[in-house]
């Protein structure tokens, strides 16, 4: 049992946690802002940050050297002294086609031009940490930190927590996957006392896919920092060839989002087409870039509907955030979206969200339209709908905002606190 | 000196739900209110289902009280959308309905066939759905109705003052204490403006306490029993005439579940009551031939008896909604010149304000999203399909008619 220590830090918080210690997590991740390639760094970074505000004592171990601004409410260690982009050797963030099929055992953790060389090097920086001090609890951001999570533990008995933002089956968007990520993935999950899944979408994959009792898993929901999105003027001149076609009466349609086989895309253009033969002012705004964009500028072009859809590249700063204030409706097209915090940043831009039945953020809004990844009919009626009528448009856009705004970094911290009390309990008795 | 009595007014209504009716039918087929998938949108369905849960158990019922006791009387609306589907689905049912009539003792009240909200928006429509309503009854039941009520109780003083001109004498209306203030809902009323017709108000707490509480196990009253009850009616009548308890048909059986007990609670409890020799029931037209009016009443703003604002924002409190209607009864003009009767009727049963109802976000707004009661995901994918069926409206009207146009506004 942690010891009690009353009075001890008088003043200095006025939380739970105040008159005892703090409680300490070391907190497992990959990334952090604004280093971050994906939603995992941004989701690690606001998470910590309310952890904190709620007396968490936080050690962030991540696997490259660099500076991190506003992270003084927690430690932030660098395992290694890799450059930000080099923290996954020479391979691609989310490629995990390439990954050497080695146990650490195997691997020379000298190579960090090698993922499994870094994840080693990793692993070691882990061990050290916690022989030096040993956390209440251990909390592990999905597959990359799942093997020094289980180290972790193995050296402490604290309570290991893995977070599941994706699954192998969500990045591959088959069942087929790097076999090696999915026995890391089952291992991390076996030996989790207690997992958080982002959705249901994701705890229901955990439950069949790796067959782990439903009881040891929790499901919370990520938030979005809303006053981060604030202070930004939307600039037209950005797509002011979208904006002309507006003031003709035509709706944009968008998806922001990485070309891959798990965003559904190729669904997307088909219902594109399929819209447009029903009503005529649509055009559609693919802002992104990734492994399918032949595929679908060709696939657009067959179906006849080349003129209508605009590929933008890949964006950033600027362009990204003013794809999404020029689009009037948001399309989420994943065949496998574990949450997709992108539509909640597009309905703070005002757009109306269509969203897949197999997104998870679609579980947490209300006044969106759902459809199946596959289901290229409904989804075309749901864009003509909306693009028919100012009043369903209004309702859907103004109503999704009361929603996204209730969702709040504070709960997800506050539901994290009484998730490590418990598996803390567990463990000690 | 008149009995004390119980005014108990039941109304039963059925609407077509417009089936999962997507852009891609729009022009290609015309059959909205037909989804044979055994879905809450699938009418046969639903209908077989409340047939066998309420209309029959509690028609049954009735059948027993008016047989067992001769001061036992009920009222009832029966909406056009409800007699055709039973026609066509259960013809048992509307049987029943036919011998609770024939006894004499239950009377029909009157409103719109298609259980519109055509008063809001075209009186020409509103008073055509009138008299289709009362020529059915009439040809159905044989009886003439005189007492009038609004689709979902919506009321207000230029209502009662079209009553009174329509030849009704008498109207029903939410007893809302805002209006009433220390007045009891327990008298006749007369509405403020009119000569002679007569004003019932629903007693709303012990009519919602069977309506929505009854089989409630966190309500401090559960389970309520036919002694209990009988004790609030009488401290409520007091030494006043009435208590009118007006609610859903489907209260008895669909809202509130056999194994709730809720049929051999109203069968004990009226046999409680009629068990002292000064109380009795009233039909709505005995209630208001026997006893004078307390006093006028004013309702210059609608009210209903719906949710706890009372008011109509459940079917027109989002654009949504009131783009629907707007453009539904834009075409009115145009529907009726066509002389097309299926047409005509298609769109009339796309005016019952079940379709605008299921469009509310008030529950998605306000986070309660189980209070959404509805056989469609969302309002959203309810306005879709609506709209989608009223494009392929302007579409027949266009095609066959040549009449207005493809859009509109």
Redesign the interface.
């Known amino acids: 049992m942690r010891s009690t220590n009353a009075g001890k830090k008088k003043g200095a918080s006025d939380d739970a946690w105040s008159g005892h210690d703090k409680m300490k997590i070391l907190m497992l991740g990959w990334e952090l802002p604004p280093h971050n390639s994906g939603g995992l760094g941004v989701a690690c970074y606001h998470m910590s940050k309310a952890l904190a505000i709620q007396g968490a004592s936080i050690d962030f171990v991540v696997p490259y050297t660099a500076t991190h601004p506003d992270t003084d409410f927690m430690t932030v260690h660098g395992a290694t002294h890799l450059e930000p982009l080099a923290r996954y050797g020479l391979m691609g963030a989310y490629d995990s086609k390439h990954l050497r099929q080695l146990g650490l055992d195997e691997v020379d953790m000298k190579d960090l031009h090698d993922m499994r060389g870094v994840q080693k090097r990793y692993v070691k920086f882990v061990e050290q940490l916690v022989k030096k001090q040993a956390p209440d609890a251990i909390h592990a951001h999905d597959w990359l930190t799942m093997e020094a999570g289980m180290r972790a533990k193995e050296l402490t008995n604290a309570p290991l927590i893995v977070h599941v933002h994706a699954t192998e089956f969500d990045r591959s968007g088959t069942d087929a996957g790097n076999p090696l990520v999915h026995e890391i993935e089952y291992q991390g999950l076996m030996m989790a006392d207690r997992i958080i899944a982002v959705s249901n979408v994701t705890k229901n994959i955990i439950i069949k896919k790796y067959n782990i009792p439903a009881d040891k898993i929790e499901v919370i929901y990520n938030a979005i920092d809303v006053a981060s999105l604030d202070g930004y003027d939307y600039d037209r001149r950005t797509y002011k060839y979208l904006e002309s076609l507006k003031e003709e009466g035509y709706t944009v349609v968008s998806a922001v989002t990485r070309f891959t086989i798990q965003k559904g895309l190729t669904h997307f253009i088909r219902a594109a087409a399929?819209a447009s033969e029903?009503h005529d002012r649509l055009v559609f705004l693919f802002a992104g870039d990734g492994e399918q964009r032949n595929e679908l500028i060709s696939l657009a072009a067959d179906l006849g509907i080349a003129d209508k859809v605009f590929f933008t590249g890949f964006v950033r700063g600027k362009q990204w955030r003013d794809a999404y204030n020029v689009a009037d409706i948001f399309v989420m097209s994943s065949v496998s979206e574990p949450f997709g915090l992108t539509a909640l940043e597009a309905a703070h831009y005002n757009s109306a969200l269509i969203i897949t039945k197999q997104s998870g953020v679609g579980e947490v809004l209300?006044?969106?339209?759902?459809y199946d990844f596959w289901d290229i009919?409904?989804l075309?009626?749901?864009i003509?709908?909306i693009a028919?009528?100012?009043?369903?448009a209004?309702?859907?856009r103004a109503?999704v905002k009361?929603?996204y705004a209730?969702i709040s970094w504070h709960d997800v911290a506050r539901d994290c606190m009484a998730l490590y009390a418990k598996a803390g309990s567990g463990v000690a008795a | 000196m008149s009995k004390r009595g119980i005014v108990l007014y039941l109304h039963v209504h059925q609407p077509l739900r417009v089936r999962k009716y997507?852009?891609?039918d729009?022009a290609e087929r015309h059959d909205y209110f037909q989804e044979h998938d055994g879905s809450d949108r699938d009418n046969q369905k639903i209908l077989h289902k409340v047939a066998d849960k309420s209309y029959r158990p509690m028609n049954a019922l009735l059948e027993k009280l008016l047989a067992t006791h001769p001061e036992f009387k009920v009222s009832l609306s029966i909406t056009g959308t409800f007699i055709e589907q039973a026609e066509k689905w259960a013809p048992d049912v509307l049987d029943s309905f036919k011998r609770l009539v024939a006894t004499g003792r239950v009377e029909i009240v009157s409103e719109t066939y298609y259980h519109s909200l055509a008063f809001f928006y075209s009186l020409e429509e509103f008073e055509r759905q009138v008299e289709m309503h009362r020529d059915k009854i009439r040809e159905l039941f044989g009886v003439e109705t005189s007492v009038f009520r609004n689709t979902e109780l919506a009321y207000n003083n230029s209502l009662a003052k079209w009553a009174e001109g329509y030849g009704f004498k008498g109207i029903l209306a939410e007893g809302w204490d805002p209006i009433l203030g220390w007045r009891s809902p327990n008298y006749v009323y007369r509405p403020v403006g009119t000569e002679k017709i007569a004003l019932l108000l629903k007693n709303y707490r012990l009519s919602d306490d069977l309506a929505f509480r009854f089989s409630n196990k966190a309500w401090e009253q559960w389970p309520l029993t036919a002694d209990t009850y009988s004790e609030w009616a009488n401290a409520s009548i007091a030494d006043s005439p009435l208590i009118n308890l007006f609610m859903d048909y489907e209260t008895f059986g669909e809202h509130q579940w056999h194994d709730t007990g809720i049929f051999d609670f109203f069968e004990n409890f009226v046999g409680k009551w009629l068990s002292n020799p000064d109380n009795t029931f009233y039909t709505t037209s005995e209630a208001i031939d026997t006893h004078d009016s307390a006093g006028e009443v004013d309702m210059p703003h609608t009210v209903t008896w719906a949710d706890a604002e009372r008011d109509l924002t459940a079917w027109l409190g989002?654009?949504?909604q009131?783009?629907a209607l707007r453009h539904l009864y834009a075409l009115e003009e145009d529907i009726l010149h066509s002389g097309d009767q299926a047409l005509v009727d298609d769109w009339r049963k796309l005016q019952t304000s079940d379709h605008v109802y299921y469009m509310c976000?008030k529950w998605?707004?306000d986070?309660d999203?189980h209070a959404y009661f509805s056989p469609y995901?969302?309002?959203?994918?309810a306005?879709?399909y609506f709209?989608?069926a009223l494009r392929d409206v302007r579409y027949r009207l266009m095609e066959s008619h040549r009449y207005g146009g493809l859009?509109d506004g």
């Open positions: 399929r029903k209300h006044n969106i339209f759902r009919d409904v075309a009626d749901q003509v709908g028919t009528s100012p009043s369903l209004h309702e859907l109503n009361h929603e209730r | 997507s852009v891609f729009t989002n654009s949504m009131h783009e976000t998605f707004t986070g999203v995901n969302s309002p959203y994918d306005f879709l709209m989608n859009l």
